[in-house]
């Protein structure tokens, strides 16, 4: 079965340091792999999706099929930073897609 | 646009009844899905409803079932309530165009207590 997983429940980190959340992935074809953020009291949104290559808010990430992973990486964290990050894979399923997503990975930037 | 809308916010149940949740997705949107997230498990998928049908489902038992309208609007059912249960419910709009995937727009969530 498809699964995503996010190794880390918690990272804490200090403002200005780099910060790299891991997420590896099942899939045997050519995933298509995605990293949502949830701040504090606000709804779930897409940060970036790997097809884009674009970097949001400071932050990349590299698909690495040998490693199979999908990790988030931004060179110096911010406090505004601090939420719950989702890796997700999308899944094909019964001729439709469908959104796998890892446990998820809180994020504390500390100042 | 208004985003995606959820009611009731919050909900406070016995194990044994039962409740619905209602999802209002983006106007234009006709794809909704419904993930359960909790902090140990994360987001579960559900299933996904397109056209008044259900495309897709996960893995959970047959008491969780939804619907969706000719409006695009979605409920989504649970019965005979377990402690379980207990999570917030978060419904996801997006539009469909063919097989290219479309970014799914997220619900504040209903938060579900079950005592």
């Known amino acids: 079965a498809q699964r995503v997983t996010q190794p880390e429940k918690l990272l804490s980190v200090f403002k200005g340091a780099p910060v790299e959340l891991k997420c590896n992935y099942s899939?045997?074809?050519?995933?298509?792999l995605f990293w949502y953020v949830q701040y504090s009291r606000q709804r779930l949104q897409l940060l970036l999706r790997?097809?884009s290559r674009e970097s949001i808010k400071g932050f990349t990430a590299d698909l690495n099929k040998g490693e199979t992973s999908f990790h988030l990486k931004k060179p110096f964290a911010q406090e505004e930073d601090s939420a719950m990050y989702y890796c997700a894979s999308l899944m094909f399923s019964g001729g439709y897609n469908k959104l796998i997503f890892g446990a998820g990975t809180r994020l504390a930037v500390h100042p | 646009k208004a985003g995606v809308t959820q009611t009731p916010r919050y909900l406070i149940k016995t194990r044994g009844q039962q409740v619905t949740l209602s999802c209002s997705p983006i106007?234009?949107?006709?794809?909704v899905s419904w993930y359960q997230q909790t902090p140990g498990q994360g987001l579960q998928f559900l299933f996904e409803?397109?056209?008044?049908?259900?495309?897709n489902k996960g893995n959970f038992p047959g008491r969780f079932s939804g619907r969706q309208f000719s409006n695009s609007r979605s409920e989504m059912n649970v019965s005979t309530l377990e402690l379980g249960d207990s999570a917030l419910y978060l419904c996801?709009?997006?539009?469909?165009?063919?097989?290219?995937?479309?970014?799914?727009?997220f619900g504040p969530g209903t938060r579900l207590t079950v005592l």
């Open positions: 996801a709009s997006s539009l469909v165009s063919g097989s290219t995937y479309n970014e799914q727009f």
């Open positions: 106007s234009g949107h006709r794809s």
């Open positions: 790997h097809i």
């Open positions: 899939y045997s074809g050519s995933p298509e």
């Open positions: 409803y397109f056209s008044e049908t259900q495309r």
